[in-house]
């Protein structure tokens, strides 16, 4: 049986390659496993990287930020819609769950295929180089402000193997990058100052040999004038004058050369100052821009919180409207199938005969409710007092009004969540509770958050039964 192997585009998939080799997986390109093909009937592997890494990763390699956002976005459907179309035969997984516990991982994904995990596992390859600092702050900012690609990373999430170890702390840290771009910034009119003062070292020390050359050559000279006319006091004398005047060039340069290096250092020290001005006013900026995100990150939240109120509300409604539906859908069959209705209907009364028939479906709702062991009497009534205070029997309040008013029977089953969660149930217009014990175990669907693994409602509509 084949496997097909894909992995989003950008995400050093290359790490992970001895594993994949050792589970018997091969990429459908192994030049590009991101433009994989599903083939035959065999398993399909997936491998997705985070949206921030693949993008500083495709700026690493020259690939527009706005190019390489599409890339990640159209992979990252296109996993989503076959996992969903092939859920039994494709596996979704993080590659860094893989990466942080690959014995683990390649144990879970042998166990979905139904076979033998490897003996002697490799471990995963090293990443060549880290991505360029400003490309891994520009790749979190643009992730940070689309919605589109936190909502396709929480829907791949959603569809992969959980991790069972938290993820590690991310390693960067932006001061440190923003330390290494300071001083590349400053090191190369460091490099061009050190270059001219060392020139013209080079320089004066020339003219400094030069100089002392002349004065031993004219030492020479006043030696040998003086053995040859020590009688020539004046011509001695003009010597001297001579030596003072070279030892006043030499103090007059070497004055001029200290003057020089004190306004180098001035110099040095302005752009000093200047620089962290700059720095300050960068961190400022970083500040408020900070600010700025943790504004918008609230307004985030405020109006999520607003679309799930609104969300529940809605849910609560369609299924109170299409209960009602199917119930008066199903009164309307029995009386159009009942061939004697025309003719009973002026004889007898038709309200009573729908209202019995309405308490037979209530008392059969009742009994398989009852049988099923999902429903918790003390719980109920005291958790709503108020049903004990009206007097009504609890499970036929549930079954009356209570689900869709969002109240749970129990602790075991959330009435709202199945709602919310499996739309073709709030459309069939049948009770939740009902429709799990006849139809939602069956089918493996989850009665609360965190009971089972949840799988998406499929598509096919449920036969309306009352």
Request: proline share 6%; with cysteine.
């Amino acid at each position: 049986m084949t496997t097909t192997t894909g992995t989003t585009p950008h995400s050093n998939w290359q790490t992970i390659a001895p594993l994949l080799q050792a589970l018997g997986c091969a990429p459908t390109d192994p030049a590009n496993p991101a433009t994989w093909q599903h083939q035959g009937e065999g398993h399909t592997l997936l491998v997705y990287g985070s949206p921030q890494q693949a993008i500083a990763n495709a700026m690493d390699q020259d690939v527009a930020p706005s190019r390489a956002v599409q890339q990640w976005l159209e992979s990252a459907r296109a996993m989503a819609d076959h996992f969903r179309r092939n859920r039994k035969k494709t596996l979704v997984i993080a590659l860094d769950t893989l990466l942080q516990e690959p014995q683990r991982s390649i144990e879970r994904i042998s166990a979905a295929w139904g076979q033998q995990p490897p003996a002697n596992l490799p471990a995963p390859a090293q990443p060549e180089a880290e991505s360029e600092p400003l490309h891994q702050l520009l790749a979190a900012h643009i992730v940070a402000t689309s919605p589109e690609l936190t909502e396709a990373a929480q829907r791949l999430e959603a569809c992969a193997l959980p991790a069972e170890q938290p993820a590690p702390a991310s390693g960067f840290n932006p001061d440190e990058y923003y330390g290494h771009i300071a001083n590349a910034k400053q090191q190369p009119a460091l490099e061009a100052t050190v270059t001219r003062l060392e020139s013209e070292k080079a320089t004066l020390e020339g003219q400094l040999k030069a100089l002392k050359a002349n004065t031993q050559a004219q030492a020479k000279e006043l030696s040998q004038q003086q053995q040859s006319h020590k009688n020539l006091e004046e011509e001695n004398q003009l010597l001297l004058e001579q030596l003072h005047l070279v030892q006043e060039e030499l103090e007059s340069r070497h004055h001029q050369h200290q003057q020089e290096l004190s306004n180098q250092q001035q110099k040095h020290q302005q752009d000093q100052s200047q620089l962290q001005q700059r720095i300050q006013q960068l961190l400022g900026e970083v500040e408020n821009l900070r600010q700025n995100l943790a504004a918008t990150n609230k307004a985030q939240k405020e109006l999520q919180e607003q679309s799930e109120v609104a969300n529940r509300d809605n849910t609560l409604a369609l299924a109170a409207a299409n209960r009602q539906v199917a119930e008066l859908q199903a009164e309307l069959k029995r009386i159009s199938a009942n061939k004697a209705w025309k003719a009973s209907r002026r004889v007898t009364g038709y309200g009573r005969k729908s209202r019995q028939a309405r308490q037979r479906v209530l008392e059969q709702n009742r009994k398989t409710i009852e049988e099923s062991g999902l429903f918790d009497t003390e719980w109920y009534l005291e958790t709503y007092p108020d049903v004990a205070e009206s007097g009504m029997q609890p499970i036929e309040h549930y079954l009356k009004s209570g689900a869709i008013e969002g109240r749970n029977p129990g602790k075991v089953f959330d009435t709202l969540w199945y709602l919310m969660h499996y739309r073709d149930v709030a459309e069939s217009g049948l009770n939740p509770l009902i429709h799990y014990i006849r139809f939602g175990r069956q089918e493996d669907r989850s009665p609360r958050p965190g009971a089972v693994v949840s799988l998406p409602a499929p598509q096919q509509p449920q036969p309306t039964q009352h």
